[in-house]
């Protein structure tokens, strides 16, 4: 059972053009919403992250935008350069019991900038 | 943030064989975690290494085929043993500096492939 469900599996964008990806979950127990950028060869590298108390949160290019009642998260990247060429992750965390906070990630999301 | 390093960056073993891959980070954390990325998936926790205490391993994960060190605050070890080309991914080290920590870093991974 896929407990977040992100899209696209994969997203071309041109330079200069907005990359946005979507995800999706049903457990309303998760209460931390980060976003990970992994470039080929590297580790996860946490990139932005949100919790449900705001709608929105912008780090320079970079924001995210939240729908609680939708139960929807999703990523935008402003101005999108080739440099931002990864595989994106959606996560959420949630308490599975005693302070045992666990992330559970999406599929993620491959994307490309063309120059 | 974390200064996370693992050793080795990359391996290739033999069928039947065991890898014990190593994870410093550079200041002491609460929280250790492994993770499995098979080619072009998502990420899978494996355990949690806990101080001084057994690691508590997810579902579908056993401590004979995957033990765990954890001697100190600052250091964890991964055995991947008995292996199988089904063994072959990226091994990913994972910390947060308490259990309510949100912020969870990550390692630069171990690729390990097994003929």
């Known amino acids: 059972q896929q407990q977040v469900k992100q899209s696209p599996q994969s997203l071309i964008v041109q330079k200069g053009g907005i990359s946005i990806i979507n995800c999706a979950y049903e457990n309303t127990a998760f209460d931390y919403f980060p976003w990970y950028q992994q470039f080929p060869g590297k580790g996860p590298a946490l990139l932005i992250a949100?919790?449900?108390?705001?709608s929105e949160k912008k780090e320079g290019r970079f924001t995210i935008s939240f729908n609680k009642s939708a139960k929807q998260f999703s990523l935008h990247i402003m101005d999108s350069q080739p440099g931002d060429s990864a595989t994106y992750f959606c996560?959420?965390?949630?308490?599975?019991?005693?302070?045992?906070?666990?992330?559970?990630f999406g599929k993620g999301t491959l994307l490309t900038v063309n120059p | 943030s974390a200064v996370i390093s693992q050793k080795p960056s990359r391996d290739i073993c033999q069928r039947g064989t065991s890898l014990t891959i190593q994870c410093q980070v550079d200041s002491q954390v609460t929280m250790m975690f492994w993770y499995r990325q098979q080619p072009g998936q998502s990420l899978t926790l494996i355990a949690t290494?806990?101080?001084?205490?057994?690691?508590?391993?997810e579902s579908g994960f056993v401590i004979d085929k995957f033990p765990i060190s954890r001697p100190n605050l600052t250091f964890s070890t991964l055995t991947v043993s008995n292996m199988s080309p089904e063994d072959s991914s990226i091994y990913l080290c994972?910390?947060?500096?308490?259990?309510?920590?949100?912020?969870?870093?990550f390692g630069p991974g171990t690729r390990l492939t097994v003929t």
């Open positions: 996560a959420a965390r949630r308490d599975s019991g005693g302070s045992n906070y666990k992330l559970t």
């Open positions: 994972s910390v947060r500096r308490s259990s309510e920590s949100y912020e969870q870093y």
């Open positions: 949100i919790r449900p108390d705001v």
């Open positions: 290494a806990n101080q001084g205490s057994e690691a508590t391993y």
